[in-house]
Structures are given as C-alpha cells and as structure tokens.
C-alpha cells in the first residue's frame, strides 16, 4: 500500500470584527491552490476570537475544496474528455 499526505496551511488574520483567512495546499508541478474565507462580527454579538477564527478558517477550507475539485474536474476532462464529474 502506498501513503501520502498533503499538509494544508491556514493563516488567519485579523482586523477590527472582521477575520480573514487563507489555506493553502502546496501542489506538486502546480504550485499552489489557496482558498480564502472571511468572517464578521456582529456588533451586537460578544468578542470571541476563536468564532472568528474557526468559521473564516471554515470558508477559507470549503472555498480550497472547491478549487481543487475545479482543477480535478479539469484534469479529468483532459484525459476523458467531457465528463458528468
């Protein structure tokens, strides 16, 4: 059986109620595919940094999934041709 792992990276920044955050998958030959999220507080809601940061770290990972299911759909279809994926 052969294994591999793929590290992902998430940074988080903040600034003021808002949180952004970018997650990155390093691709070999590719370079990269980054996803980025974004996360506001409402000012009526209580300061919790770690809100922020788990649901713009949320978004930032489901926006990478979808890049990453574009570019295997694309190198699917290369190889196929156009496919239902």
């Known amino acids: 059986m052969r294994s591999k792992q793929w590290d992902v ?6 600034d003021g109620d ?8 390093p691709v ?9 999220g974004r996360a ?4 009526s809601d209580d300061p ?3 809100i922020g940061d788990e649901l713009a770290a949320a978004r930032a990972l489901a926006d990478l999934s979808g890049r990453l299911m574009s570019v ?12 239902s994926w």
């Open 9 to 14: 990276r998430v940074s988080i920044t903040e």
């Open 18 to 25: 808002e949180t952004f955050a970018r997650a990155v998958l």
């Open 28 to 36: 070999a030959g590719a370079g990269e595919l980054a996803g980025i």
């Open 40 to 43: 506001r507080r409402n000012p």
């Open 48 to 50: 919790v940094a770690e």
């Open 72 to 83: 295997t759909s694309a190198d699917i279809a290369q190889l196929t041709g156009p496919t």
